[in-house]
């Protein structure tokens, strides 16, 4: 079974600043994909970015980009020029490949972005 | 395009009272389907997932059931709530084969009194 761990159960930043998020996640499997959700107050989940592990180069979208560690077993966020609408809950997920595509969420960040 | 509609957005219902939340996904095929709870400030734990009609495997024993009568359409109910039912209700799919994520509707709020 995997587990998702996210360290940080709550994070605050300054308008226009950078931030990372942490996670690290267990697993016996080779093949997987790592994604970020963000949960805005508005409740809806929305996807930020996705990471297959086969893949060395960090996946970047925008403001959002990862580094994805493999060895170490680390998938943080960073989110560059953070803006008030970055205010959210960010939520770190792992998915087997070729298994469906059910889910292993860690537990949330909350990030406050502070005008 | 493929979207999700979960309704309704927001429900109160009185303890004991049944439920039926209901969630249906377009411009697709076949997806797979999930229930998702979440508590106030808290991560989401699955509930029911299915990967074809009438097919629901259920994560956690509890007051809820699950039914997928059409291809796209998968509802969540309970005969009678519980106030520990309370919570924000997440359905989403995702799409069979292809290692793809999960997409999620826009959730229902329950309070229950």
């Known amino acids: 079974a995997q587990t998702v761990t996210q360290s940080q159960p709550e994070m605050s930043v300054q308008e226009a600043e950078t931030v990372t998020l942490s996670c690290t996640y267990d697993?016996?499997?080779?093949?997987?994909?790592l994604f970020w959700y963000k949960q805005p107050p508005s409740r809806q989940m929305i996807l930020v970015i996705r990471q297959e592990a086969y893949k060395q180069q960090n996946a970047t979208e925008n403001r959002f980009s990862v580094n994805f560690q493999k060895a170490a077993k680390s998938f943080s966020l960073k989110i560059s020029d953070s803006q008030l609408g970055d205010t959210a809950m960010y939520f770190c997920?792992?998915?087997?490949?070729?298994?469906?595509?059910?889910?292993?969420f860690g537990g949330g960040t909350r990030l406050m972005v502070k005008p | 395009s493929q979207t999700i509609h979960q309704w309704p957005a927001t429900l109160v219902q009185p303890v004991g009272s049944p439920l039926s939340l209901e969630c249906t996904v377009e411009g697709t095929s076949n997806p797979n389907l999930y229930w998702y709870r979440q508590a106030a400030g808290r991560g989401l734990q699955l509930l029911f997932y299915?990967?074809?009609?009438?097919?629901i495997s259920s994560e956690v024993p509890q007051n809820l059931s699950a039914s997928r009568p059409q291809d796209r359409q998968f509802i969540l109910s309970s005969k009678k709530l519980l106030l520990s039912d309370s919570g924000f209700y997440l359905c989403?799919?995702?799409?069979?084969?292809?290692?793809?994520?999960?997409?999620f509707g826009d959730g229902t709020r329950l309070s229950i009194l």
């Open positions: 989403a799919w995702g799409r069979q084969g292809g290692n793809q994520p999960q997409h």
């Open positions: 997920a792992f998915m087997k490949r070729n298994a469906g595509n059910m889910l292993t």
């Open positions: 299915s990967v074809g009609i009438g097919q």
């Open positions: 697993t016996s499997e080779n093949n997987y994909y």
